[in-house]
């Protein structure tokens, strides 16, 4: 696979066990944050979205939770499977501001799922 | 199948010789963007385009042009490719409406020598 995971944070869990992922973002502006997960070899895939006036949402097995007073976002993955293992992202854009079509991503997190 | 493609998956050059990485996409989204991809730095965006001939500059657009005359197309042109542009491409496409959900290619590794 590529070698993009250099110097990464990384989280090592067992098959079963739950997952939680943490990012810091910079821009106050910003009104959406998103997690993208990459698997070696592959581009980023969406996992899941939050706006900024809202402090959790869920998805199939995944939560985000967001907490602006500190600019901190997370993502939970319950009952981390093999198949999680990747890279995840989080990205934030300023969708009511004038450079809507800018995302800004963070540097990652290698997480690894041991059977 | 809906999906972003991009050409050519792997190219090695040298320095000064223009090239052109193509990318297309088959959902009829309108927007679309670059982005390169280094070790330990994430993905920093280059350009992206709301439209057809819409387009704005991203974080990172020094050494690199676009264009878009078609809706499914985005081609990223090197004019004079550097060392310093050895790195992971990828291209993405989304919804207007939803710019925060994109769909991205399977990337175009170039190494400039």
């Known amino acids: 696979g590529e070698s993009v995971g250099l110097h990464l944070p990384t989280l090592s869990v067992q098959e079963g066990d739950n997952s939680i992922i943490n990012c810091a973002y910079s821009?106050?502006?910003?009104?959406?944050f998103i997690w993208y997960k990459q698997e070696s070899g592959k581009g980023p895939q969406f996992i899941i979205d939050?706006?900024?006036?809202?402090d959790k949402r869920q998805g199939q097995r995944v939560t985000v939770l967001l907490n602006k007073t500190v600019k901190h976002l997370s993502l939970q993955i319950a009952a981390t499977q093999p198949g999680d293992s990747a890279v995840y992202f989080c990205?934030?854009?300023?969708?009511?501001?004038?450079?809507?079509?800018?995302?800004?991503f963070g540097q990652g997190t290698i997480l690894t799922v041991h059977p | 199948e809906a999906q972003v493609t991009q050409n050519p998956r792997y190219l090695i050059t040298v320095t000064g010789k223009k090239l052109t990485v193509t990318c297309s996409q088959n959902?009829?989204?309108?927007?679309m963007s670059w982005y390169r991809q280094d070790p330990g730095l994430g993905l920093r965006q280059i350009y992206y385009?709301?439209?057809?001939?819409?387009?704005d500059k991203g974080d990172v657009p020094e050494g690199y042009k676009v264009s878009r005359k078609e809706k499914r197309n985005f081609p990223l042109i090197l004019e004079s490719p550097s060392p310093n542009q050895t790195s992971l491409y990828f291209c993405?496409?989304?919804?207007?409406?939803?710019?925060?959900?994109?769909?991205f290619g399977p990337g175009t590794r170039l190494t400039v020598t």
């Open positions: 993405a496409s989304s919804w207007l409406g939803g710019v925060y959900e994109q769909y």
């Open positions: 821009n106050s502006a910003s009104d959406y």
């Open positions: 939050i706006r900024s006036n809202m």
């Open positions: 990205a934030e854009n300023n969708a009511g501001g004038t450079s809507y079509g800018k995302l800004t």
């Open positions: 959902m009829n989204h309108e927007y």
């Open positions: 385009s709301m439209n057809v001939e819409v387009t």
